[in-house]
């Protein structure tokens, strides 16, 4: 994981915001990259992660602040953080332009929009996928959007200077092995961008 929060674009003493970001070990290993000149705000719109988050973070150095909400509402103030990371999450969210300009509007000037999803899933194969979601009960995570193709995603951040690649073997998640895409976008002006 370290490696692909790597090339996302998180380096030592930024100001990190982790949308969705599931559980713990994904906050504690930004944590690590940041350091301790650094810190990282986890925003997730489910309790449970939420709880257990903080009740494992007291130990840790780095800043690290856990709060409850949604990525379409975020509760920060305007060019606050150096990055925003939402991994594995996009596929998830109701209203995405209204989030994506959420998290445009929380960055700093030239600070690093990342996202990090699935690439576009075969339609049966993604039926497949919530069937069993559904089966196994799995109760975080909700799929909504069968991948997003690279026009998808130039669209959402069409405003932006924008770097789209396709992650090879190491960028693949779940049990489908489903293989990602990694956007950086950088926000170029205070002014600039969606609001
Ligand atoms: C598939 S999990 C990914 C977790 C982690 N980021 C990872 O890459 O392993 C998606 C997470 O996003 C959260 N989530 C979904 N929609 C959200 C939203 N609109 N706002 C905040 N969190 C959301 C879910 O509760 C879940 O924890």
């Not at 719109?45 to 780095?62: C, F, G, I, M």
Request: proline share 6%.
């Amino acid at each position: 994981m370290i490696e692909l929060l790597r090339q996302a674009g998180i380096t030592e003493g930024q100001a990190v915001l982790d949308i969705g970001f599931g559980s713990v070990e994904e906050l504690l290993a930004i944590g690590a990259l940041v350091g301790k000149q650094g810190s990282v705000i986890g925003l997730e719109k489910n309790p449970e992660p939420v709880r257990q988050a903080l009740a494992s973070v007291k130990e840790v150095p780095t800043k690290i602040s856990i709060l409850e909400g949604l990525a379409e509402q975020i509760p920060l103030s305007h060019e606050s953080v150096d990055l925003v990371l939402c991994k594995g999450v996009l596929h998830e969210i109701r209203d995405l332009p209204k989030a994506v300009s959420g998290m445009v509007r929380v960055l700093k000037p030239h600070g690093t929009l990342a996202l990090i999803d699935f690439q576009p899933i075969p339609k049966a194969q993604f039926l497949f996928y919530k069937i069993i979601a559904t089966i196994s009960q799995r109760k975080i995570c909700e799929d909504r959007h069968p991948g997003f193709s690279r026009e998808e995603i130039t669209e959402l951040l069409n405003p932006y200077q924008m770097e789209y690649r396709a992650l090879g073997e190491m960028g693949r998640l779940g049990w489908l092995e489903v293989p990602l895409f990694l956007a950086r976008a950088t926000k170029a002006l205070a002014d600039s961008g969606l609001r």
